[in-house]
């Protein structure tokens, strides 16, 4: 099988970890490398073993893919500029980005696709390792998109595609279920030890209850797996809860407080209204 040449403008976590484990997985070669140091693109060749650093493309990117891994904020720019001074014509164009559009890639006048891997990537070589079975979410042009899948899939990734959905909405998605998962726990720690947890056992104890709500929610609905205080409309609990977060951090309160009313919704729907339902909405809506 003859694999594609991808070229690089801004390899950094998420392109060198990307093609890092495509290459693992024999589903590309890597050409030119381009950040905006030569010693960062050097950096980014030895970490994928593969790849040639250069200050700028040249010519040599014509008939291979261009994968432009930059920041969300640089592509436009970046596509516009390199679209006047494109040194060659590559077969297809693609970013790594969930919220910026494919269209982005116009100006370059190649076929264009975005492939958005549903990960983190903050430490590279710790994503490389547990890369099999990421999902990556494309939109594009539909030619493209089928041309990048069975590089994607053939290495160990599912595949979504996107088609004409609202695109931020769904990075929306990702960053509710990823992101503010983080910031829950460290709210979910930081009470946890000054109620007078040592922190590495609340860590701890907290990782393996979300572990185990997470695994309680497969094949459930969040209503069919929601439990608690507020599904079970236990109004005098609630207010103790919602005195003690006010009491401890004002702010952890407001976020409290908004969660909770999400999540007297859910209860709702699960159970069906309770009598302790308005005066719980009014306490949390205060
Ligand atoms: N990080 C994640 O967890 C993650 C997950 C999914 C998708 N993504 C997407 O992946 C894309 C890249 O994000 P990232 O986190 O990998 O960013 P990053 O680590 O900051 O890397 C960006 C790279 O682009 C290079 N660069 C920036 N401006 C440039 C320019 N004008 N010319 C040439 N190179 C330039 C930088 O070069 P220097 O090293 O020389 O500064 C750097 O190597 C974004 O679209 C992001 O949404 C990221």
């Known amino acids: 099988m003859t694999r594609p040449v991808v070229h690089v403008h801004g390899c950094g976590r998420a ?4 093609l890092r484990w495509l290459l693992d997985n024999d589903q590309v070669e890597v050409g030119q490398v381009c950040n905006r140091s030569l010693d960062s693109a050097a950096e980014a060749v030895e970490f994928m073993g593969a790849g ?4 700028e493309l040249d010519h040599e990117i014509t008939g291979g893919w261009l ?3 930059l920041p969300d904020g640089e592509l436009d720019g970046l596509a516009r500029g390199l679209a006047c001074r ?7 164009a693609f970013h790594l980005s969930g919220s910026t559009s494919a269209t982005v890639l116009e100006p370059l006048g190649t076929p264009i696709a975005s492939v958005h891997p549903v990960r983190a990537f903050s430490d590279p070589a710790q994503a490389v390792a547990g890369m099999s079975g990421t999902w990556f979410v494309a939109e594009g042009l539909p030619e493209t998109c089928a041309q990048l899948e069975p590089i994607f899939t053939g290495a160990g990734g599912r595949w979504l595609t996107l088609g004409g959905g609202d695109k931020a909405l769904y990075h929306a998605a ?18 946890a030890t000054r109620a007078g947890l040592e922190s590495e056992s609340a860590a ?12 309680g929610l497969e094949g459930l609905t969040p209503a069919q797996a929601l439990t608690g205080p507020i599904e079970r409309g236990d109004l005098t609990a609630c207010t103790r809860l919602v005195e003690a977060v006010d009491q401890s951090d004002p702010t952890a309160g407001r976020l409290f407080r908004t969660l909770a009313l999400a999540t007297l919704d859910l209860a709702i729907e699960k159970r069906g209204p ?11 809506s205060r």
């Open 15 to 18: 392109a060198r970890s990307v």
């Open 52 to 55: 040639r650093p250069v200050e």
């Open 67 to 69: 994968l432009l891994g």
């Open 86 to 92: 494109m040194p060659g014509q590559p077969e297809l």
């Open 174 to 191: 990702t960053v509710v279920a990823s992101n503010y998962l983080v910031t829950l726990t460290q709210l979910a720690r930081n009470l």
């Open 204 to 215: 701890e104890l907290l990782g393996h209850l979300q572990a185990t709500t997470l695994a």
């Open 274 to 284: 309770k009598p302790s339902d308005p005066p719980l909405r009014q306490l949390l």
